[in-house]
């Protein structure tokens, strides 16, 4: 399907019953080749999430959609659209969830007694600036809320649509309020439209780099993930690039295939890269101890094996050389203005 990462619907464990096509008849053809993208409004009840999980550095996350028109083939959280009853694998391209009163929940939540002032990060779970955003401009309403109230923000995206927002960016970076994570995950445009399919050319992120980094805002970039035989290679040249555009900080993480996704990443790898389908899983499992799935903590983001030390002194040598950072950016929580101060100013 043009356009699409995931080549099919997986089944949802969490469904009794399922839709199945078992004889494609030309009266199908119209359903099957549906590209059209759905938004469904969901209204939750909370929208600042804290992060348990011991090995991501993040407080909090808050994510305006779920499911991503981004159709990134190898994004975990593909298996959270299961959870609204829908596929991991098509479904989360085409039927996004759309949450409008995020910004009017943010400020309920940061007006509260109780909270304590700590960085929340956008696009904990899918990209806060995928298409949908161009459209809703919800992130816009949460960056507002946020400049307003002068509360720390993070952000990692693969979308030039966070240029829109540079004017309360600025702001925002005034107090070192604000930082922005860029993933690149390869330099190889061809690979990316397959790897990628609605996401910004490698070029374009470039470009939000070097736009970010002329304006004071900090920023970096995150090589995620990291794919064994597909992009590894890759890892200096990217850093090399996003150095030289101005980005001062980098992460990886490899490739983790858990639930769902270890079915659609077989998939799309077997149809794309046929030749080399089996050694690039194969070296995927070695990273994980012989399986697909890793969910243990501290070695699902970074593996463990000779292929994954190789890619971790690559990564190291890479950064050493390209961003020898010196002064590591530091969130400010002293400019907050806490309810009942705002009148002040």
């Known amino acids: ?4 990462g995931a080549r099919l619907n997986t089944d949802n464990p969490y469904n009794k019953q399922l839709y199945a096509t078992e004889h494609i008849e030309a009266l199908d053809e119209e359903f099957l080749s549906d590209e059209k993208t759905e938004y469904l409004f969901e209204f939750p009840k909370k929208i600042v999430n804290p992060v348990e999980s011991p090995d991501i550095p993040i407080e909090y996350s808050l994510n305006p959609y779920q499911g991503c028109e981004h159709g990134c083939i190898y994004c975990y959280a593909r298996n959270t659209h299961q959870y609204w009853g829908y596929s991991a694998g098509l479904d989360f391209e085409r039927k996004i969830l759309v949450k409008p009163n995020a910004p009017k929940l943010l400020e309920e939540t940061i007006n509260k007694k109780s909270w304590v002032v700590k960085p929340i990060s956008l696009s904990g779970n899918t990209d806060c600036y995928q298409p949908a955003e161009k459209k809703f401009k919800i992130t816009r309403g949460i960056l507002e809320v946020l ?4 509360h720390p923000v993070g952000f990692i995206t693969k979308n030039q649509l966070i240029l829109r927002d540079l004017d309360l960016l600025k702001e925002l970076a005034a107090d070192n309020l604000v930082n922005v994570f860029v993933s690149i995950t390869s330099l190889d445009e061809q690979l990316r439209r397959k790897l990628e399919p609605r996401t910004a050319s490698a070029i374009r992120r470039l470009n939000v780099l070097e736009t970010l980094s002329k304006n004071n805002i900090p920023c970096g970039v995150m090589l995620a993930p990291i794919i064994p035989g597909i992009n590894s290679h890759e890892i200096p040249e990217i850093m090399k690039a996003a150095a030289n555009a101005g980005a001062t900080n980098a992460g990886y993480q490899i490739v983790r295939l ?14 794309h890269y046929p030749d080399r389908a089996d050694k690039v899983l194969n070296q995927i499992s070695d990273m994980h101890e012989g399986k697909l799935n890793d969910s243990r903590f501290g070695n699902r983001m970074k593996g463990d094996g000779k292929i994954a030390e190789s890619i ?14 010196k002064n590591p950016f530091e969130f400010n929580l002293t400019a907050f203005r806490k309810p009942g101060q705002m009148s002040l100013f």
């Open 147 to 150: 400049n307003r109230y002068r």
């Open 1 to 4: 399907m043009k356009g699409r």
């Open 258 to 271: 858990n639930g769902a996704i270890g079915e659609i990443f077989t998939n799309w790898i077997h149809e």
């Open 312 to 325: 971790k002194q690559l990564f190291t040598a890479s950064k050493k050389k390209y961003m020898p950072v």
